[in-house]
């Protein structure tokens, strides 16, 4: 399998091709961000970094048998301006376009996975209409211990049967060593660095677990549970406060978001953010905090891009190998 990613990353679709047990031979990668070249680099060194998706060539590479990428969603997603191909970065899709059908005069057999967010649907249409493909919307709670809805238009198979699925429940990822020594007290629950005295104020302890109030008119959510509660607070990337029970809330760039359990409120430790997205441990260790936290919300939830590629046929002969 050759590969040409582009919007690569930190390179999850290389490790999503690995844990799918695809066999690959070349791994080209387009991406512009230093830090997640650096994790990239880091966990697949032969892996081959090449310019901006603008600058990008197919006659220039090698024959292609898989295209992939998530091309910038700040123009769709609803946290946004709401600019969609207006806004530059949205944009850029249509050089994956482009790139595409260049890679399909050298063969026209190439397999190929967008992902984007949820976005209106004459938006959506654009893309539909431009790759020849209707999407499948696929939620990484199906695979995983986070909601993270996103749509994926594919020529690989049918990504209908991706749809469903119970996933990982939170509490599995959550790591109860975090010291909490320094954390501040406040109506009988610990609150980790970070979180404000007005988001304080918003969380009441209970008999079964917490209250949280929300910043809107629908008043209070109860969390019963013990542990296993994401929580988002008014102002963070959600914009209003939310409580999740047994999933994480989406991850973004930001990773705001806290977690719930044994009366400690605090946010997501680094390692905890990089097992929501299905990575293994310590796979952005590369560069600084800030920039992990950065690259892990920017990325594709590994899990659910395995279980597309264990769709390629490459992926069905390795299996029919390994059980031989």
Same mark, same amino acid.
């Given at each position: ?13 290389? /490790?999503? /091709? ?15 961000? #230093? ?94 209409? #431009? ?14 211990? !986070? ?36 954390? +501040? ?68 760039? *930001? ?20 097992? /929501? ?6 796979? +952005? ?9 950065? *690259?892990?919300?920017?990325?594709? +939830? ?7 590629? #264990?769709?390629?046929? !490459?992926?069905? +002969?390795?299996? #029919?190998?390994?059980?031989?």
């Amino acid at each position: 399998m050759r590969v040409l990613s582009l919007f690569d990353g930190i390179a999850t679709g290389r /490790l999503a /091709l690995e844990m799918a047990g695809v066999p690959v031979d070349l791994y080209i990668a387009s991406e512009i961000d #230093k830090d997640a070249k650096a994790v990239a680099r880091a966990n697949w060194p032969d892996m081959i970094h090449i310019g901006p998706v603008e600058s990008v060539t197919a006659p220039d590479l090698p024959k292609i048998d898989l295209v992939i990428g998530g091309s910038p969603c700040q123009g769709f997603s609803r946290a946004g301006a709401g600019l969609n191909f207006d806004d530059p970065r949205s944009r850029l899709f249509f050089d994956y376009v482009r790139v595409l059908n260049e890679v399909r005069e050298k063969n026209p057999d190439v397999k190929f996975l967008l992902e984007n967010v949820i976005m209106k649907r004459e938006w959506e249409n654009v893309i539909t209409e #431009k790759l020849g493909v209707q999407p499948v919307h696929i939620n990484s709670r199906a695979h995983s211990a !986070q909601n993270r809805p996103r749509a994926y238009w594919s020529n690989i198979a049918d990504l209908s049967s991706l749809s469903s699925g119970g996933g990982q429940p939170l509490n599995t990822i959550i790591d109860r060593s975090v010291d909490v020594s320094g954390f +501040t007290e406040a109506g009988g629950l610990l609150f980790g660095p970070g979180i404000s005295e007005g988001s304080m104020r918003l969380v009441q302890k209970t008999a079964g677990g917490i209250v949280v109030k929300q910043a809107t008119a629908r008043g209070y959510i109860e969390a019963v549970d013990g542990d296993g509660v994401s929580l988002a607070f008014p102002g963070s990337a959600t914009r209003r406060g939310r409580v999740i029970h047994q999933k994480s809330h989406t991850i973004t760039c *930001a990773c705001d978001i806290c977690v719930f359990y044994d009366n400690v409120i605090r946010h997501f430790t680094v390692e905890e953010l990089e097992k /929501l997205q299905g990575l293994p441990a310590n796979y +952005t260790a590369a560069v600084p905090e800030p920039a992990r936290k950065r *690259a892990i919300g920017n990325g594709w +939830t590994a899990s659910v891009i395995a279980e597309i590629f #264990k769709l390629l046929p !490459q992926a069905e +002969t390795v299996a #029919k190998t390994d059980v031989a």
